[in-house]
């Protein structure tokens, strides 16, 4: 991680609307006010400045079950944090999540080690594997694609998360991502992501499912807007997987090209004629 890659981590971490009494994060940071420890705003999952696909979310859900970094914790070092974020989804210190999508939970008093599903993540796994062609098993989680919010604080079903919320931390914060970011395509979930994006990039349009070019301070970027993961499920016709998204004519296999191009990616034989013939079978 680089110098300034840190610092913008914990500038997120340590977020300084969390000891502004008036702020108008107070309700969002309000929720955990019972707890004896904060769990801090989480900045990112993955290694951001090096995955070429990033998503962007609403806000992330929280478990206070989870093993993770809180405030006032002196067992939570800095390298301790960096490691958590950066290193997720492999290679840690711990083993902070599982397959892609279970989180490490706190030791039980027995001592015996437990996960929690992420069904969010599960989905994104999924997208990812759909739009560029790689088999789950082939997905080199945390560097092929890192995972953020427009809003960093941890909530239940997006709770306390207002307009005037996205608005603040995405001129707050995403900019400062944009700047570190390596990703080329952005992958932005659900319309709270999108209001985020908009409100702090000037002239930007989000076309649902389609691709949009945009340059910010000398880094060209491709966003993808997509309706969020809490909007699928696997019984929904609508789920946004290729067959689907191809058959409504709401993406064409051009599109799928040019985030092929863009990636750098080369598709198997077999993941192009299973695009072409719109088998109804997922890829993943």
């Known amino acids: ?46 290694e951001i400045t090096k995955s070429p696909v990033m ?40 083993v902070w999540v599982k397959d892609g999508k279970r989180v490490l939970l706190k030791p039980k008093k027995n001592g015996k ?23 789950i098993n082939e997905i ?24 005037k919320l996205i608005k603040k931390c995405a001129k707050t914060h995403l900019i400062d991502i944009l700047d570190i970011t390596k990703a080329r395509l952005i992958i932005v979930l659900g319309n709270d992501a999108k209001s985020g994006v908009v409100s702090a990039l000037e002239g930007i349009k989000l076309p649902l499912f ?4 945009h340059k910010y301070k000398q880094k060209e970027f491709y966003f993808l807007f997509m309706r969020h993961t809490n909007y699928w499920c696997e019984e929904n016709e609508k789920e946004p997987s290729p067959k689907n998204l191809l058959d409504r004519g709401e993406m064409s296999l051009t599109d799928f090209e040019k985030i092929w191009e863009i990636l750098c990616i080369n598709p198997k034989e077999e993941y192009i004629n299973w695009l072409r013939e719109g088998k109804s079978e997922c890829w993943y």
Not at 19 to 24: F, K, T, W
Not at 84 to 94: A, E, L, V
Not at 113 to 135: C, E, H, P, V
């Open 1 to 46: 991680m680089t110098v300034k890659s840190r610092k913008i981590l914990f500038k997120i971490v340590n977020c300084e609307e969390f000891d502004i009494p008036q702020s108008e994060c107070r309700a969002i940071i309000d929720i955990q006010r019972n707890e004896n420890k904060w769990q801090v705003p989480e900045p990112w999952s993955g």
């Open 55 to 94: 998503f962007i979310g609403k806000n992330p859900s929280i478990n206070l079950e989870e093993e993770y970094p809180t405030r006032y914790d002196d067992n939570w070092t800095k390298d301790f944090i960096e490691d958590f974020f950066t290193n997720r989804f492999g290679n840690g210190r711990k």
């Open 113 to 135: 080690i437990d996960y929690f599903s992420i069904a969010n993540w599960s989905k994104i796994m999924k997208l990812y594997s759909q739009i560029t062609g790689k088999r």
């Open 140 to 163: 080199k989680l945390g560097l092929d694609y890192a995972i953020t919010d427009i809003v960093h604080c941890k909530s239940e079903k997006g709770k306390a998360v207002t307009t």
């Open 210 to 213: 389609k691709l949009y070019k």
